[in-house]
């Protein structure tokens, strides 16, 4: 889902580029997943680098359409990096 939702895009497991590398987003969030979730539901404030928040605008407005379901996994996906 990671991918066929174009996180890939902006998102790298291991280094920043558009948008901060997987593990810096996953060390911000260990243990709040519910925080990444409600980021992914367009509730939340970024926290990790809010710097760019305005360029995951559009991104959010993907995320916010997905399931229950598919947001939880999105951010257990997150969350192992």
Excluded: R, W
Aim: proline share 5%; glycine share 8%; hydrophobic share 35%.
């Amino acid at each position: 889902m990671f991918k066929s939702k174009g996180c890939t895009a902006c998102h790298q497991p291991n280094a920043d580029s558009v948008g901060p590398g997987l593990n810096k987003i996953a060390a911000a969030y260990k243990g709040n997943k519910e925080g990444l979730i409600k980021f992914l539901s367009g509730e939340g404030k970024a926290i990790v680098d809010p710097s760019k928040e305005a360029i995951m605008k559009p991104q959010i407005e993907v995320t916010k359409k997905l399931s229950k379901e598919e947001k939880e996994a999105l951010a257990d996906f997150i969350l192992k990096h």
